[in-house]
């Protein structure tokens, strides 16, 4: 099979030994280059909290004359109130999308987000923690469109060139992880300039998502070919997860995404603070400390992982990166100088930047063309799911110290590994759900 995304009248082929005629996708660059931009905003979206509130909570005094422990409390409930909107949500948006197509609910979707933000600044504004939660839980369901970004990939994607195009996914995630840390940790600081202060990021992020509102309307071009309708239900995310817990072809592969993804929310929720506390970095210092780890993930996804999927299967990727990527996190614990840092962390970013794009061509391929929506709402119910847990046990991870979270991402992220390794096998029928 020969495919290439070269132009905005692509056509994809197929073996000359079957009776296929060659599919053309419409706009497929421009579709490509669209939803790259979505994914960006969504992780730029989630990145952006994590220098800000941790810092803003524990140091600003945001929530005067509560104790240590609420103040805890109340911060690691925010934090898992996005991914658990989102857990809600993207399976929602993925089933509308197979009803209605994915560019209507993206456009609609992203509205949300951008309203979302802007409630966050007045929010912090106005130190109304109920503004907060709930601008977080509207920007978190919305944000489940990522699921729609993915299932749009796969639209447009062969089996021959769909790991590259999800590796292009993943340096979108990876330059949302960098910017958005960055954009909220410099953007926050009033010692960089007096025009800036913790509202600045979030008012700056809602412009950016209107913006893209208004790209969506006018460049994307519709990718599902047929239209499914399929039951929606509020519980889709519960009754999806055990669903699929149940489908031997999806339940070690989904089982992998939940430990893996529990193991990164340890790290990108509690390294900021880690940052903070051990070596007494500004919320600049942070932004930028996290942004450098972005980078290496991006530049991965978009240019090292492409010539490496040639010549590796996706599950030696993935093995690889589950196995290697804790070790070295826990190297990094070890250092006693920042600086050394930009030393050591690559070393986990890189091959941990391999897993997302391998993980996610598995999944795609373990179902049919007619359930890729529903699969990738699906898979990121998952991760929103795992997300959710960490912050919520914040509290009680920190009392054995500061390092201690990013143990426990060491360690969800090797039982990831165990679980792929042990139980994974590959089925070469697809399954439609």
Do not use: C
Not at 378 to 401: E, K, M, N, V
């Amino acid at each position: 099979m020969q495919t290439d995304i070269a132009s905005d009248k692509s056509t994809i082929s197929v073996d000359s030994d079957t009776n296929e005629k060659p599919v053309r996708v419409k706009g497929a660059r421009r579709n490509l280059i669209t939803l790259l931009l979505v994914v960006f905003l969504d992780l730029f979206g989630m990145g952006i909290i994590y220098p800000i509130l941790p810092l803003v909570f524990l140091d600003g005094g945001f929530m005067m004359g509560a104790s240590s422990g609420n103040v805890e409390i109340v911060l690691g409930l925010l934090l898992a109130a996005y991914p658990f909107a989102q857990f809600i949500g993207a399976p929602i948006l993925g089933k509308l999308s197979d009803k209605h197509g994915r560019k209507p609910i993206l456009a609609i979707s992203l509205v949300g987000s951008s309203i979302g933000y802007a409630l966050f600044a007045v929010g912090l504004l106005t130190h109304s923690v109920g503004l907060l939660f709930f601008s977080r839980v509207l920007d978190g369901f919305t944000g489940g469109n990522i699921s729609v970004a993915f299932s749009s990939i796969a639209d447009i994607s062969t089996p021959e060139n769909k790991t590259k195009n999800f590796g292009l996914i993943g340096m979108a995630f990876g330059f949302g992880i960098i910017l958005g840390p960055f954009v909220g940790g410099i953007f926050s600081d009033s010692a960089v300039s007096s025009y800036f202060g913790p509202t600045v990021p979030f008012w700056t992020a809602a412009v950016l998502v209107a913006l893209t509102v208004v790209l969506i309307l006018v460049l994307f071009k519709e990718t599902i070919k047929e239209k499914v309708h399929r039951k929606i239900n509020a519980l889709a995310g519960f009754v999806d997860v055990w669903r699929t817990l149940k489908i031997k072809e999806l339940r070690v592969i989904l089982t992998t995404v939940f430990f893996m993804n529990i193991g990164w929310a340890f790290f990108s929720v509690f390294f900021p603070v880690y940052l903070s506390q051990r070596f007494l970095l500004t919320n600049g210092a942070v932004g930028v400390m996290l942004g450098y780890i972005g980078l290496w993930a991006a530049v991965s996804q978009g240019l090292i992982l492409r010539p490496i999927a040639n010549r590796y299967s996706d599950k030696q990727i993935l093995l690889f990166s589950l196995l290697v990527s804790p070790v070295f996190l826990l190297i990094a614990l070890l250092v006693g100088k920042p600086w050394v840092l930009y030393i050591a962390l690559p070393l986990m970013a890189v091959p941990f930047a391999f897993a997302q794009p391998s993980i996610s061509t598995l999944v795609s391929n373990a179902v049919g063309e007619h359930s890729q929506g529903e699969i990738m709402g699906i898979r990121q119910s998952y991760i929103s799911l795992a997300q959710t847990i960490p912050p919520i046990i914040a509290g009680f991870s920190l009392r054995y110290g500061v390092a201690t979270p990013l143990i426990l991402s060491a360690v969800s992220i090797f039982v990831a590994y165990v679980i792929f390794k042990v139980f994974y096998v590959h089925h070469e029928k697809s399954v439609e759900l």
